[in-house]
């Protein structure tokens, strides 16, 4: 099985915990088990820097974040399977407040068997589409760490699923294979035109077509199918719209 190191101070602190009090005001950690038990899921606080305006003014990664180590230890053991960092960015309003680490947990999104986790997007300041961070905990993957843009998800085995995303004039649809770890592009954005994922169904997606933010009028709604084997495409009437839920978060 893939182990990774754990520092000595999380250790000790995940298994001991007060066996040295004078380090708790300088490190925070919470855990929380996943949806399965399968894995105990540990936050290290690592940082936690604050920008001034004149600061975020000089470099677009002057924003205030906090970063945290993220392990993830199977049940029995006391090393992580796998670990990421992740950085709670939320200084772009003036009014903003980090998360609470609980609240950062419940938006992982576990595949059925938690072979993976995909974690909430991080909020830097980026070009195109925002991507999540993919981590393989199952050793047994051919992958370690991966990258996805996340909209509506629709599972459709125990390792892939389909999902749409959406960022201001490229909104398409795309296929992440938990066997590799990659992407793989479905519907492609033809701005002003663009598509949304509506419901998968005995291996056919049904997608609609809308325009994306650059458009310059509307059009009627238009849906087809797309059969997940062939790649074969027809029409279909839209299902009533529904209110546009996001990946669970």
Same mark, same amino acid.
């Given at each position: 099985?893939?182990?990774?190191?754990?520092?000595?101070?999380?250790?000790?602190?995940?298994?001991?915990?007060?066996?040295?009090?004078?380090?708790?005001?300088?490190?925070?950690?919470?855990?929380?088990?996943?949806?399965?038990?399968?894995?105990?899921?540990?936050?290290?606080?690592?940082?936690?820097?604050?920008?001034?305006?004149?600061?975020?003014?000089?470099?677009?990664?002057?924003?205030?974040?906090?970063?945290?180590?993220?392990?993830?230890?199977?049940?029995?053991?006391?090393?992580?399977?796998?670990?990421?960092?992740?950085?709670?960015?939320?200084?772009?309003?003036?009014?903003?407040?980090? /998360?609470?680490? %609980?609240? +950062?947990?419940?938006? *992982?999104?576990?595949?059925?068997?938690?072979?993976? $986790? #995909?974690?909430?997007?991080?909020?830097?300041?980026?070009?195109?589409?925002?991507?999540?961070?993919?981590?393989?905990?199952?050793?047994?993957?051919?992958?370690?760490?991966?990258?996805?843009?996340?909209?509506?998800?629709?599972?459709?085995?125990?390792?892939?699923?389909?999902?749409?995303?959406?960022?201001?004039?490229?909104?398409?649809?795309?296929?992440?294979?938990?066997?590799?770890?990659?992407?793989?592009?479905?519907? /492609?954005?033809? %701005?002003? +035109?663009?598509?949304? *994922?509506?419901?998968?169904?005995?291996?056919?997606? $049904? #997608?609609?077509?809308?325009?994306?933010?650059?458009?310059?009028?509307?059009?009627?709604?238009?849906?087809?199918?797309?059969?997940?084997?062939?790649?074969?495409?027809?029409?279909?009437?839209?299902?009533?719209?529904?209110?546009?839920?996001?990946?669970?978060?």
């Amino acid at each position: 099985m893939r182990k990774l190191p754990i520092p000595v101070f999380s250790l000790c602190l995940f298994l001991l915990s007060g066996c040295l009090p004078a380090w708790g005001d300088l490190i925070r950690q919470e855990q929380f088990a996943s949806p399965s038990g399968k894995y105990t899921v540990v936050f290290t606080e690592l940082e936690n820097r604050k920008y001034g305006k004149d600061e975020m003014l000089e470099d677009l990664g002057n924003v205030s974040h906090v970063l945290y180590r993220v392990d993830f230890i199977a049940n029995g053991d006391t090393e992580p399977v796998a670990n990421s960092s992740y950085a709670d960015v939320y200084g772009w309003e003036a009014d903003g407040r980090p /998360e609470k680490a %609980s609240a +950062i947990f419940r938006k *992982l999104i576990w595949s059925p068997k938690e072979d993976y $986790v #995909i974690f909430p997007e991080e909020g830097w300041a980026a070009q195109g589409p925002s991507q999540s961070r993919a981590l393989a905990l199952n050793p047994e993957l051919a992958w370690e760490k991966g990258a996805v843009s996340v909209g509506a998800i629709e599972w459709i085995d125990d390792l892939s699923f389909i999902s749409d995303y959406h960022f201001d004039c490229d909104y398409g649809i795309l296929r992440f294979d938990g066997t590799t770890g990659k992407t793989i592009s479905m519907k /492609e954005s033809e %701005s002003p +035109i663009g598509y949304e *994922l509506v419901s998968v169904k005995q291996g056919k997606a $049904v #997608i609609r077509m809308l325009l994306d933010n650059c458009r310059m009028q509307d059009i009627p709604p238009r849906c087809f199918t797309r059969d997940l084997q062939t790649g074969f495409e027809e029409p279909v009437a839209c299902p009533t719209r529904k209110t546009r839920v996001k990946a669970q978060y």
